[in-house]
């Protein structure tokens, strides 16, 4: 390929991008200015997956597993197995949510700070492309059957109390912020 | 003019937003001054040939508009500031001729640096004549392109501004900076957290 091609390629790539972030994603907009034009805790829902956190327990439990590899007829155990894994990847997905709700969370607070640290920003960036790279991977390995479904156990526990953290600085923050709150962020 | 107008599209919106203006500002220009910097090193790269030079100064200063521009709306994006819609329409008009000049730019460099490249050398006089009608039909064929792009453009600003501007919206009141001081650090630790948890789950 030549330099002729190069160029336009990336010239079309860079517009279409361009072009692609100039459309207004009418369902993020509105979500942006709802958190920031009513209640912080309603329009940020930092945990709402974590609400299934017992049941998602129960489920994912290396002693039902068990149970139904013993009790259950073969294609059954499988079939039931299969659809554990589907749910655990539904819970992943919700999780994913929850991460990016928090992260969002912290972008809100920044662009409403009068000062911000380049260090933490920085952080926070790279934090958010490594949950990407690693939430990736946990879904393809929860997907591939390579990855036993009581290890998310782990990973529930720490949203819980992460969801319990987070409602407390909610609340402070909305105490904070309340009749302070900039009218057009995200219109 | 070009610079200047993609200079205010990144001043207008942000600069209320004191603490993310301070770190977008200096992201940009950091950025600016690096792509004028390849944009000069890659024209004085070229042929000692005025119009060489140009052509390739021009297409890289384009470029570097549409990547500017580019960096600033994943900025906005990233904090939940979008554009509004005379802004965004302003933004778009600018891609629009940044894009047209980068493609159009590229093509003529390839023509004066290689096929009509005789035009320049005073060794190749013999060949002026008959290159003279080609180097015309490029130069025209490319202003024609260049003002219907720009006709383009100032078409998209002209809709946008078919309504009286709206009244400026007032400034945010930000949040007390202890705020940020206080959960920054604390959201950033929580995601960390549940990084290394994914790391372990992913452990054989």
């Known amino acids: 390929m030549n330099d002729l091609s190069i160029v336009i390629l990336l010239a079309l790539a860079l517009s279409g991008a361009l072009l692609w972030l100039l459309i207004p994603k009418r369902k993020a907009s509105r979500a942006d200015a709802s958190s920031l034009h009513s209640d912080l805790n309603e329009a940020l829902p930092t945990a709402r997956h974590y609400a299934y956190f017992r049941q998602i327990r ?30 655990a990847r539904r819970f992943l997905m919700g999780l994913h949510e929850d991460f990016s709700n928090l992260a969002r969370l912290g972008r809100i607070i920044a662009a409403l700070s009068p000062e911000v640290s380049h260090k933490q920003e ?66 | 003019m070009r610079s200047l107008a993609i200079a205010e599209l990144c001043r207008f919106g942000l600069r209320d937003y004191r603490g993310i203006w301070a770190l977008v500002w200096r992201v940009l220009t950091a950025l600016s001054v690096l792509l004028l910097a390849r944009a000069a090193s890659d024209a004085w ?3 000692n040939r005025v119009a060489i030079y140009g052509t390739t100064l021009d297409r890289d200063l384009a470029l570097a508009s549409i990547v500017v521009l580019a960096v600033l709306l994943l900025i ?82 002209c809709y946008a501004l078919r309504k009286p501007l709206p009244a400026p919206s007032e400034s945010p009141v930000l949040l007390p900076a202890n705020v940020y001081r206080e959960m920054s650090p604390a959201i950033n630790m929580r995601l960390a957290t549940f990084n290394d948890r994914l790391v372990e789950l992913l452990k054989p």
């Open chain 1, 58 to 87: 129960q489920a994912l439990s290396a002693a039902d597993s068990e149970y139904l590899v013993h009790n259950a007829p073969p294609h059954v155990a499988q079939q039931a197995l299969r659809e554990r894994r589907a749910v």
């Open chain 2, 76 to 157: 906005r994006n990233y904090y939940g500031l979008a554009l509004e819609p005379l802004q965004r329409a302003i933004a778009i008009g600018i891609c629009f001729i940044c894009a047209v000049d980068v493609i159009g730019n590229t093509i003529k460099r390839e023509l004066y640096t290689g096929y009509l490249f005789g035009w320049f050398l005073t060794s190749q006089k013999s060949l002026w004549p008959i290159l003279r009608p080609q180097i015309m039909r490029v130069n025209d064929f490319w202003s024609t392109v260049h003002l219907v792009s720009f006709m383009f453009s100032m078409g998209i600003w």
């Open chain 1, 122 to 187: 920085t952080e926070r960036f790279i934090l958010g492309l490594k949950f990407q790279i690693l939430y990736a991977l946990v879904w393809l390995r929860l997907s591939t059957g390579n990855l036993p479904l009581e290890q998310l156990e782990h990973l529930t526990g720490l949203v819980g109390r992460l969801a319990m953290r987070l409602d407390t600085a909610m609340t402070e923050i909305s105490a904070l912020s309340a009749g302070r709150l900039p009218g057009r962020l995200g219109a």
């Open chain 2, 45 to 47: 790269g070229q042929p």
